[in-house]
């Protein structure tokens, strides 16, 4: 049986995986021009917040159709993209010390994140 709040379940999921992107794109605006702004309080709360109702409502997605990283391969390669965007993510914003080498690990956490959403899209490892 399908789980009773599937598509409301789905549906949070998905409006959290919109918030994360905008949320860090913006971050990525700001840490390029204005990275004083990356000290406000709420840009260090908000985005830890949605990633913890992002990351909870994929795991009750996953239970919910029965399919599990390690024995679906589609999901496996969205934990991996996953992680992939988190190095990428924390290389941009915690790590790298040029602008320049800021851009291009924010670019490529980006395309990571594009990769993890036709993944799931296509439920396939090669989307293209």
């Known amino acids: 049986m399908l789980f ?7 549906a949070v999921h ?12 913006l971050r990525g605006v700001w840490m390029l021009y204005r990275p004083d702004r990356l000290r406000m309080r709420w840009i260090r709360i908000v985005p830890h917040m949605n ?5 909870a409502s994929g795991i009750v997605l996953a239970m919910a159709i029965r399919q599990y990283p390690g024995a ?6 969205k934990l991996a993209g996953l992680l992939v965007y988190i190095l990428l993510g924390m290389g941009a914003f915690r790590f790298a010390r ?3 080498t800021c ?10 994140f594009f990769y993890i959403v036709a993944v799931a899209i296509t439920k396939h490892l090669f989307p293209l």
């Open 51 to 55: 990633d913890t109702v992002l990351l």
């Open 98 to 100: 040029k602008r320049r």
């Open 72 to 77: 679906s391969p589609w999901l496996t390669a």
């Open 103 to 112: 851009a291009a690990f924010w670019i490529g956490a980006q395309a990571a």
């Open 14 to 25: 998905v409006t959290a995986v919109a918030i994360n992107y905008i949320l860090f794109v």
């Open 4 to 10: 009773r709040w599937y598509s409301e379940t789905k």
